[in-house]
């Protein structure tokens, strides 16, 4: 695959050959709220599932402790120190007992003080000064300062360096979503994963509808056959529009695009693999397949920095020629809902916890218990503690998890989706795994002047007379 054809296209559409640049902080806002302690049962349930349809559809979901077993002291290190960062390691610390949280590392010295500052006040924890770590090798010193678990929540952007440095040195992992922003570090981390198998490490994932017990019976049921054979898959994902920040005189061009690196691709791989992963990997889970090709297109409205786009549409191809349709859209003021509906040969899904007949008659619905009700089966513990709590869980009985594989598909899955709006063409799966397309810049530097065209990729050429 021509490789140009594939850079970032807003540096192309600028008139410009500049390579695009890299690195930095936080991710999406963090639920961080301790889970009730209930009766819950002590058999993990493994997020990964069988890559064949209906492979587990059949017994009834395995308990999902809702509290991690005691053990040895976990100490765990954090990368990334902004609200989804923080988020992440107050769930941790509520995972279960002995369990702390020793390091800290992020590029800039503000978002440690606020983290430091609320884990002080939310959580007692105190990290000394010599425990954190700034600068782009921050990660590296988190790593080695004697820490068992690494958190992981930067910019996507900066996942696949740091999966594979953290796995070299034997941690398990927290990985927030997605896994990667281009092909080069979905195949990176693909190796790491099968790394991190052979050694017995533990990977959790921050797509978290696979431990969430509501999505988890509805695709049981499913795959049991309750709706018939599914034929497809209708996913939609319209919000409001994303936060951003606007450039101050003394920030460098890096420490601009750091701080506002949810508008820009390279950081954040676009909105529809940043966030629309979530519903990407709902329907991946669903069908246990990924799509053969992609064809799509999308656009630009609103946005008022970065280089994104608002809304795509993109239509999946799979091998045995069934079709599935994504769309997501963040534009204020505009109907906005969610979709994740898994069509089938009787009936459909709404994965969130429906059965319906092809009517549209309700089949089933999830029995969610009254609210304050943990002692329920069907409780549901905030899916955000819940990957923590398995990751303790497992790492404390020896239960192996891994769910890093699905994450890295799912995130080839968007970036399918994304390359083949931006372009304007149909594009394969084929092509985008072996793609040799890489978002950033070889090193990182706050000093350094970059070439920052905040134009959106335009599709096509030019409509002529």
């Known amino acids: 695959m021509n490789k140009e054809k594939f850079i970032l296209p807003s540096a192309a559409s600028a008139g410009g050959s500049t390579p695009l640049f890299s690195r930095r902080n936080f991710l999406k806002s963090s639920i961080a709220a301790a889970s009730t302690i209930g009766a819950g049962g002590t058999v993990l349930l493994n997020a990964c599932s069988p890559r064949q349809k209906g492979g587990d559809g059949g017994a009834p979901l395995p308990a999902l402790p809702d509290r991690a077993p005691g053990g040895k002291t976990l100490r765990a290190g954090l990368i990334g120190c902004g609200s989804r960062g923080t988020g992440a390691a107050v769930d941790f610390l509520n995972?279960?007992?002995?369990?702390?949280?020793?390091?800290?590392?992020?590029?800039?010295?503000?978002?440690?003080?606020?983290c430091r500052e609320l884990l002080k006040e939310r959580m007692g924890v105190e990290i000394a000064d010599e425990c954190c770590f700034t600068g782009f090798d921050s990660y590296?010193?988190?790593?080695?300062?004697?820490?068992?678990?690494?958190l992981l929540c930067t910019p996507p952007h900066f996942r696949p360096a740091h999966v594979e440095a953290a796995v070299n040195a034997g941690k398990h992992l927290f990985m927030e979503k997605p896994a990667a922003v281009d092909p080069t570090g979905v195949r990176r981390v693909l190796a790491s994963m099968r790394r991190a198998k052979a050694t017995g490490l533990n990977v959790v994932s921050g797509t978290i509808r696979r431990v969430q017990k509501d999505y988890m019976e509805t695709r049981r049921r499913v795959l049991n056959g309750e709706?018939?054979?599914?034929?497809?898959?209708?996913?939609?994902?319209?919000?409001?529009?994303?936060?951003?920040?606007r450039r101050r005189p003394e920030w460098s061009d890096m420490e601009y695009m750091l701080r506002n690196w949810a508008n820009f691709c390279?950081?954040?791989?676009?909105?529809?693999?940043?966030?629309?992963?979530?519903?990407?990997?709902?329907?991946?889970?669903?069908l246990g397949e990924y799509p053969v090709r992609a064809a799509g297109?999308?656009?630009?409205?609103?946005?008022?920095?970065?280089?994104?786009y608002d809304f795509f549409s993109i239509e999946y191809l799979y091998e045995n020629g069934m079709r599935t349709h994504c769309a997501t859209r963040q534009i204020d003021g505009c109907s906005n809902g969610k979709v994740e509906q898994i069509n089938c040969a009787q009936g459909y899904a709404d994965a969130a916890g429906k059965l319906f007949d092809?009517?549209?008659?309700?089949?089933?619905?999830?029995?969610?218990?009254?609210?304050?009700?943990?002692?329920?089966?069907?409780h549901i513990t905030n899916p955000f503690l819940q990957e923590h709590i398995n990751l303790v869980t497992a790492i404390r009985t020896g239960n192996v998890i891994n769910d890093g594989e699905e994450q890295a598909n799912s995130t080839l899955v968007a970036i399918m989706g994304r390359m083949a709006a931006y372009t304007g063409k149909e594009v394969t799966r084929d092509e985008v795994m072996n793609a040799d397309l890489y978002l950033g810049p070889d090193t990182y530097d706050m000093r350094r002047a970059y070439n920052i065209p905040e134009a959106a990729p335009l599709a096509g050429v030019p409509h002529r007379e």
């Open 95 to 114: 995972a279960g007992p002995d369990l702390q949280i020793t390091a800290l590392g992020d590029v800039f010295q503000d978002r440690i003080e606020a």
């Open 140 to 150: 590296e010193k988190v790593i080695d300062s004697g820490v068992d678990v690494v």
């Open 227 to 245: 709706t018939g054979e599914i034929t497809g898959a209708h996913i939609i994902r319209n919000g409001g529009a994303l936060w951003f920040r």
């Open 266 to 286: 390279w950081l954040s791989g676009d909105h529809i693999t940043e966030q629309f992963i979530h519903e990407i990997d709902v329907m991946n889970w669903y």
């Open 297 to 308: 297109w999308g656009g630009r409205q609103r946005r008022v920095t970065g280089d994104q």
């Open 358 to 378: 092809l009517k549209g008659n309700l089949l089933w619905e999830y029995p969610y218990p009254a609210e304050g009700d943990t002692q329920s089966e069907w």
